[in-house]
């Protein structure tokens, strides 16, 4: 290797690229930092657009104090030039070479140009997005998603509605519900599927994350003081409206998931938030070959994937929450900047951060396995009329057809027989709910293409820039 | 009973059915799993020279015509010609004297000038030598054609079934198979199993050398109608007949039912290698772009690659095993084994109910490469020393 201090690109400034960058740069490594939003932050501490005028953007965060320190950080990294941002840069495809890796990226909002950055080592933090299962009127304007809900408020400030309904599972239900309710909307409900039950059982894991109960219990309070109801073990059944949503129905669940007769009634509401959960997001990772581990990334233990020179920290290898990946971010940052520099590191310099991420791991496992017991039946709430796939407006009647009578046994094939997940979104917003209504397993969707690339762009390649 | 429910295996059973035989499809997987759900659904006769090959497909149009009475729309099968340019005058030479030929054997070939190409395809790009109009080319879904020739055939469809031995009898005929879940006994084994179609001889002691030839495939975003015809560059012809092991990308372009252009497809020789090359997706674009200058500004929404099915001579394996009585090949295809494999159900239907083939079956025949030239052998296990 020539005398240039090593490059490692970073995608994705959320909590874990940028203690990821954060680490690298303070010890030797040049950082590249590719990120598709505006401003550094992620989904968690989205920044509010300049220019809005948010007075008090801290009022929507709570660890306000952990960002501005992420933030005075960079700035310090920025301003000696060991970290460059790029911002509004949609990474497409990270390219392996023989002498490292090219990491191509279209610049925003057009999208219709590409740079290239080469690094020699690449960390992956594109964290996750979101889960929706489909439900009879979920396309119904007025219907968004829980994530999409909090983005507006964090992003644009934007408040989506006057009376809102927050349903489905999962623990981001929690400061959605108490982020629109800050906000001034009315939440007159919030609705989440899984039971008390589900919690219950879990105690002992509960028991050995202090923090995060108290974090629970914060919510919890804050529910009240909005006077939000929350509804365990229900779940929205059909939103209803002719132009927009103008009322839910709600019903209550028996311990198998499904609704129990003569417990549904209608609320009236013009906003619904539904989320089920969030999934990571892989597509650089599987068109670079790495290995996946169930849905997310896999990783050892300094959070380098099987291919050589790409970490992933994040929610890219797992949901976990913003302290999560905070500390896998960490550890790949310093196991990156030893590495690059060629030298062997030392997992001791880092024990603190890799025992929280091994609490929080286990943490959010049971969290995952007590909302993950719930919506089992909301299959068969979905009714055949009911668009599954937005994009192409393929109903679940389609898809059931393709499997019982077209022989399709796997995603990919009722994919093919239907068009479901072949439009614009390429399937990350419908493919759970199409591989639930056809019955098959979630498998990886293989996207060599993180983002659509006009073929002039593909068909003259850009020359990739080493930072100086 | 027919290993494989891809669009051949499909077919296959369609016309065995219709035949009057009963039918069994077992796949490993689900009905188009293979090679059938990665690649396009080009029924060519354009590229074909003048011989065996160009004779199926003539067969296999006709076949898939009047399959499209029935089902025309459920598979989107679409009769819109391709249209094949050449930008120099040299290659327009070379392929008008390829398409004097296919002539002569019964393709309709239409001489296109440079003047009169924009009045087929008014987005093509300007300063072409001409071209050649081929009514008869046409296009079908190919994972929608499979699935809907299986259920018109009424076969016991099985999925998710693994055949893992043919068995024999004492005199070493077929009598069945062995899968992972059971045994399914019949007289007559079908192999459709198209890239892995040498696994399947091999389970009834055979040598069938069928390999794998990697292509990928680029989808844009959906479009109105501009892209009328399958239109491509005269070189492709010289790379589907292609000995070479090297990439080769002179992609045809076309618009599909739905709305995407398909732009495809490479063709490499590197194995069972599903990883992702952006250089052979970038070739891709870059021909695509030469001849429509206006994709441009499209975008590429996804790539999918598949593994051709080929035999050392490009032709397919269609017919009786002589080695075993009783098994019947009907595998690969390489990059036509849509287009041929309505002519090949046809075929191998004549065959299992002891009628006589409408074509000469002697070029595919299965065993064909048991009597190659001993050299033969030396070119596939090349030496490790050589590069
Ligand atoms: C609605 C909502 C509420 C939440 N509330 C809480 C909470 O109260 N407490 C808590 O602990 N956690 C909460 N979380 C979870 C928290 O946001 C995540 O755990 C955390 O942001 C994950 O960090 P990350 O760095 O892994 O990924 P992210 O923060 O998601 O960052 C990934 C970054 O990568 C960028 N990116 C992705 N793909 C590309 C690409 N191809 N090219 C360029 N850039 C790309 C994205 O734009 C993003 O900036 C919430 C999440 C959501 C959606
Ligand atoms: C990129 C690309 C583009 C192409 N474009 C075209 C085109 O435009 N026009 C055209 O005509 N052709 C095209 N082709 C070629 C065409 O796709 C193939 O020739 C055709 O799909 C082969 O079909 P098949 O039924 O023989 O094989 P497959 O579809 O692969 O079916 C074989 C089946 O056998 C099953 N199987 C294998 N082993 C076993 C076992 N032991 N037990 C049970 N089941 C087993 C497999 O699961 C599989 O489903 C293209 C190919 C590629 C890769």
């Given at each position: 290797?020539?005398?240039?201090?090593?490059?490692?690109?970073?995608?994705?400034?959320?909590?874990?690229?940028?203690?990821?960058?954060?680490a690298?740069?303070?010890?030797?490594?040049?950082?590249?930092?590719?990120?598709?939003?505006?401003?550094?932050?992620?989904?968690?501490?989205?920044?509010?657009?300049?220019?809005?005028?948010a007075?008090?953007?801290q009022?929507?965060?709570?660890?306000?104090?952990?960002?501005?320190r992420?933030?005075?950080?960079?700035?310090?990294h920025?301003?000696?030039?060991?970290?460059?941002?790029?911002?509004?840069?949609?990474?497409?495809?990270?390219?392996?070479?023989?002498?490292?890796?090219?990491?191509?990226?279209?610049?925003?909002?057009?999208?219709?140009?590409?740079?290239?950055?080469?690094?020699?080592?690449?960390?992956?933090?594109?964290?996750?997005?979101?889960?929706?299962?489909?439900?009879?009127?979920?396309?119904?304007?007025?219907v968004?998603?829980?994530?999409?809900?909090?983005?507006?408020?964090?992003?644009?400030?934007?408040?989506?509605?006057?009376?809102?309904?927050?349903?489905?599972?999962?623990?981001?239900?929690l400061?959605?519900?108490?982020?629109?309710?800050?906000?001034?909307?009315?939440?007159?409900?919030?609705v989440?599927?899984?039971?008390?039950?589900?919690?219950?059982?879990?105690?002992?894991?509960?028991?050995?994350?202090?923090?995060?109960?108290?974090?629970?219990?914060?919510?919890?309070a804050?529910?009240?003081?909005?006077?939000?109801?929350?509804t365990?073990?229900?779940?929205?059944?059909?939103?209803?409206?002719t132009?927009?949503?103008?009322?839910?129905t709600?019903?209550?669940?028996?311990p198998?998931g499904?609704?129990?007769?003569?417990?549904?009634?209608?609320?009236?509401?013009?906003?619904?938030?539904?989320?089920?959960?969030?999934?990571?997001?892989?597509?650089?990772?599987?068109?670079?070959?790495?290995?996946?581990?169930?849905?997310?990334?896999?990783?050892?233990?300094?959070?380098?994937?099987?291919?050589?020179?790409?970490?992933?920290?994040?929610?890219?290898?797992?949901?976990?929450?913003?302290?999560?990946?905070?500390a896998?971010?960490?550890?790949?940052?310093?196991?990156?900047?030893?590495?690059?520099?060629?030298?062997?590191?030392?997992?001791?310099?880092?024990?603190?951060?890799?025992?929280?991420?091994t609490?929080?791991?286990?943490?959010?496992?049971?969290?995952?396995?007590?909302?993950?017991?719930?919506p089992?039946?909301?299959?068969?709430?979905?009714?055949?009329?009911?668009?599954v796939?937005?994009?192409?407006?393929?109903?679940?009647?389609?898809?059931?057809?393709?499997?019982?009578?077209l022989?399709?046994?796997?995603?990919?094939?009722?994919?093919?027989?239907?068009?479901?997940?072949?439009?614009?979104?390429?399937?990350?917003?419908c493919?759970?709910?199409?591989?639930?209504?056809a019955?098959?397993?979630?498998?990886?969707?293989?996207?060599?293409?993180?983002?659509?690339?006009?073929?002039?762009?593909l068909?003259?390649?850009?020359?990739?820039?080493?930072?100086? | 009973?027919?290993?494989?429910?891809?669009?051949?295996?499909?077919?296959?059973?369609?016309?065995?059915?219709?035949?009057?035989?009963?039918?069994?499809?077992?796949?490993?997987?689900?009905?188009?799993?293979?090679?059938t759900?990665?690649?396009?659904?080009?029924?060519?006769?354009?590229?074909?020279?003048?011989?065996?090959?160009?004779?199926?497909?003539?067969?296999?149009?006709?076949?898939?015509?009047?399959?499209a009475?029935?089902?025309?729309?459920?598979?989107?099968?679409e009769?819109?010609?391709?249209?094949?340019?050449?930008?120099?005058?040299?290659?327009?030479?070379?392929?008008?004297?390829?398409?004097?030929?296919?002539?002569?054997?019964?393709?309709s070939?239409v001489?296109?000038?440079?003047?009169?190409?924009?009045?087929?395809?008014?987005?093509?790009?300007?300063?072409?030598?001409g071209?050649?109009?081929?009514?008869?080319?046409?296009?079908?879904?190919?994972?929608?054609?499979?699935?809907h020739?299986?259920?018109a055939?009424?076969?016991?469809l099985?999925t998710?079934?693994?055949?893992?031995?043919?068995?024999?009898?004492?005199?070493?005929a077929?009598?069945?198979?062995?899968?992972?879940?059971?045994?399914?006994?019949?007289?007559?084994?079908?192999?459709?199993?198209?890239?892995?179609?040498?696994?399947?001889?091999?389970?009834?002691?055979?040598r069938l050398p069928?390999?794998p030839?990697?292509?990928?495939?680029?989808?844009?975003?959906?479009?109105p109608?501009?892209?009328?015809?399958?239109?491509?560059a005269?070189?492709?012809v010289?790379?589907v007949?292609?000995d070479?092991?090297?990439?080769?990308?002179?992609?045809?372009?076309?618009?599909?039912?739905?709305?995407?252009?398909?732009?495809?497809?490479s063709?490499?020789?590197?194995?069972?290698?599903?990883?992702?090359?952006?250089?052979?997706?970038?070739?891709?674009?870059?021909?695509?772009?030469?001849?429509?200058?206006?994709?441009?500004?499209?975008?590429?929404?996804?790539?999918?690659?598949?593994?051709?099915?080929?035999?050392?001579?490009?032709l397919?394996?269609?017919?009786?095993?002589?080695?075993v009585?009783?098994?019947?090949?009907?595998?690969?295809?390489?990059?036509?084994?849509?287009?041929?494999?309505t002519?090949?159900g046809?075929?191998?239907?004549?065959?299992?109910?002891?009628?006589?083939?409408e074509l000469?079956?002697?070029?595919?025949?299965?065993?064909?490469?048991?009597?190659?030239?001993?050299?033969?052998?030396?070119?596939?296990?090349?030496?490790?020393?050589?590069?």
């Amino acid at each position: 290797m020539t005398a240039h201090r090593p490059v490692l690109a970073v995608i994705g400034a959320g909590p874990a690229g940028l203690a990821g960058a954060l680490a690298a740069a303070a010890r030797g490594v040049r950082v590249v930092l590719v990120d598709s939003a505006a401003e550094a932050g992620g989904q968690f501490y989205r920044q509010p657009a300049r220019g809005l005028g948010a007075r008090r953007p801290q009022a929507l965060h709570h660890q306000w104090r952990t960002w501005e320190r992420l933030r005075t950080g960079l700035d310090t990294h920025l301003a000696a030039a060991r970290v460059t941002h790029l911002s509004d840069r949609h990474v497409w495809c990270v390219e392996r070479q023989s002498d490292g890796l090219t990491v191509h990226a279209l610049i925003g909002p057009e999208q219709e140009e590409s740079v290239a950055v080469h690094a020699d080592g690449v960390l992956l933090a594109t964290g996750g997005y979101e889960k929706v299962l489909p439900f009879p009127g979920w396309t119904l304007p007025g219907v968004v998603t829980a994530g999409g809900a909090q983005a507006l408020l964090k992003g644009g400030l934007v408040l989506p509605g006057r009376t809102a309904v927050v349903a489905g599972t999962g623990p981001l239900l929690l400061p959605v519900a108490t982020g629109l309710a800050a906000a001034g909307a009315q939440v007159v409900a919030l609705v989440e599927s899984a039971g008390p039950a589900d919690f219950t059982r879990r105690a002992r894991t509960w028991a050995g994350a202090p923090t995060k109960l108290a974090e629970g219990a914060v919510y919890a309070a804050r529910l009240l003081r909005h006077r939000v109801a929350v509804t365990l073990r229900h779940a929205v059944l059909e939103a209803h409206g002719t132009e927009r949503l103008e009322s839910v129905t709600v019903a209550a669940l028996d311990p198998e998931g499904r609704p129990v007769p003569g417990t549904e009634r209608r609320v009236v509401c013009d906003t619904l938030a539904v989320g089920h959960g969030l999934l990571p997001h892989t597509d650089l990772a599987e068109g670079l070959g790495c290995r996946l581990d169930g849905p997310g990334v896999s990783v050892d233990d300094e959070q380098r994937t099987d291919v050589p020179g790409v970490w992933a920290a994040g929610e890219t290898t797992g949901i976990g929450g913003s302290a999560l990946s905070l500390a896998e971010g960490h550890i790949a940052g310093r196991s990156a900047a030893a590495r690059l520099t060629g030298t062997v590191p030392d997992p001791r310099e880092w024990a603190p951060a890799a025992r929280a991420r091994t609490g929080l791991r286990s943490f959010f496992a049971a969290l995952d396995a007590a909302y993950a017991a719930r919506p089992a039946r909301w299959t068969e709430q979905v009714t055949d009329e009911t668009v599954v796939c937005r994009c192409e407006e393929v109903t679940a009647g389609a898809v059931r057809e393709a499997v019982g009578t077209l022989g399709a046994g796997d995603l990919r094939t009722v994919k093919l027989l239907t068009r479901a997940g072949m439009g614009w979104c390429q399937g990350r917003m419908c493919e759970p709910g199409v591989a639930g209504v056809a019955g098959c397993a979630l498998t990886p969707a293989r996207r060599s293409l993180a983002r659509p690339v006009p073929l002039g762009v593909l068909a003259a390649p850009a020359d990739p820039s080493t930072p100086q | 009973m027919v290993v494989g429910a891809g669009m051949v295996g499909a077919a296959c059973a369609l016309y065995a059915a219709r035949a009057g035989l009963d039918v069994i499809l077992v796949d490993r997987g689900p009905v188009a799993g293979g090679t059938t759900g990665a690649g396009e659904g080009n029924l060519l006769v354009s590229d074909k020279e003048p011989g065996p090959e160009l004779q199926l497909a003539l067969l296999s149009a006709k076949l898939w015509g009047e399959l499209a009475q029935e089902m025309g729309a459920a598979v989107e099968y679409e009769p819109k010609g391709g249209l094949v340019v050449a930008s120099t005058p040299a290659s327009l030479t070379a392929l008008a004297e390829l398409a004097a030929g296919q002539r002569a054997a019964g393709v309709s070939a239409v001489r296109v000038g440079a003047d009169q190409l924009h009045e087929l395809e008014p987005y093509l790009a300007r300063g072409l030598a001409g071209g050649v109009l081929y009514p008869q080319d046409a296009q079908v879904m190919p994972t929608l054609a499979a699935a809907h020739l299986v259920r018109a055939s009424g076969a016991r469809l099985q999925t998710g079934r693994t055949v893992v031995q043919v068995l024999l009898d004492t005199a070493g005929a077929v009598r069945g198979v062995r899968t992972d879940r059971g045994d399914i006994l019949a007289p007559a084994v079908v192999n459709a199993a198209g890239t892995w179609g040498s696994e399947v001889a091999a389970l009834a002691g055979v040598r069938l050398p069928v390999l794998p030839r990697r292509g990928f495939v680029l989808v844009t975003e959906p479009l109105p109608r501009r892209v009328r015809h399958k239109v491509y560059a005269a070189d492709y012809v010289a790379d589907v007949a292609s000995d070479s092991a090297a990439l080769q990308t002179s992609p045809v372009v076309e618009g599909t039912a739905a709305g995407p252009v398909l732009i495809g497809a490479s063709r490499e020789r590197v194995g069972f290698d599903r990883s992702f090359s952006l250089p052979v997706v970038r070739a891709l674009a870059a021909g695509a772009t030469r001849l429509f200058p206006f994709l441009e500004q499209v975008r590429a929404m996804r790539t999918y690659l598949g593994f051709r099915p080929y035999l050392p001579d490009h032709l397919p394996a269609v017919g009786p095993d002589p080695r075993v009585p009783g098994l019947f090949h009907a595998c690969g295809h390489e990059g036509a084994g849509i287009g041929l494999a309505t002519g090949t159900g046809h075929l191998i239907a004549q065959t299992l109910t002891g009628r006589r083939p409408e074509l000469d079956l002697a070029p595919f025949r299965p065993d064909r490469f048991d009597r190659a030239d001993p050299l033969d052998r030396f070119a596939e296990e090349a030496p490790p020393w050589i590069p």
